[in-house]
C-alpha cells in the first residue's frame, strides 16, 4: 500500500505565502516524477509543477516565478513554496508521484487527497 498525505493548506490573504507538502509512504522502491496539481471550482485539474528525480523543474506559466517546488529524495517528500499568492491560485492542491513498488515494477501513478488553498483579495 502505497500513501501520498498533503498539508499545509490553508486561508490567506493575496500577496501572502503557504508552503505544501507531500509525503510518500507505504512499500516504495523509487519515486520517478513529484508533481503537483490544483482544480479550482468549475475547472479541469492543471498542473502546477513539476521536478523529476534529479531535480529537474517544470511550472505552468502562471506559477513561475512566484513558486518552487522541491523534493528530498531520502525523506520521499515534495514541497511546494508558494509566494505572491493571488485569488486565481485558489483551489484544492493534489500531489502525485509515480512510484515503483518493486524493481521489477514499471511504476505507476499515486494521488493524495488534496489540500485546500484559498486566497482572499
Known amino acids: 500500500q502505497v500513501r501520498l498525505v498533503e498539508s499545509g493548506g490553508g486561508l490567506v490573504q493575496a500577496g501572502g505565502s503557504l508552503r505544501l507538502s507531500c509525503a510518500a509512504s507505504g512499500i516504495i522502491f523509487s519515486i520517478n516524477g513529484m508533481s503537483w496539481y490544483r482544480q479550482a471550482p468549475g475547472k479541469q485539474r492543471e498542473l502546477v509543477a513539476g521536478?523529476?528525480?534529479?531535480?529537474?523543474?517544470n511550472y505552468a506559466d502562471s506559477v513561475k516565478g512566484r513558486f518552487t517546488i522541491s523534493r528530498d529524495n531520502a525523506k520521499n517528500t515534495v514541497t511546494l513554496q508558494m509566494n505572491s499568492l493571488k485569488p486565481d491560485d485558489t483551489g484544492v492542491y493534489y500531489c502525485?508521484?509515480?512510484?515503483?513498488?518493486?524493481?521489477?515494477?514499471?511504476?505507476?501513478?499515486?494521488w493524495g487527497q488534496g489540500t485546500q488553498v484559498t486566497v482572499s483579495s
Open positions: 521536478v523529476t528525480s534529479d531535480g529537474r523543474t
Open positions: 502525485k508521484a509515480e512510484i515503483q513498488r518493486f524493481w521489477h515494477d514499471p511504476g505507476s501513478d499515486y
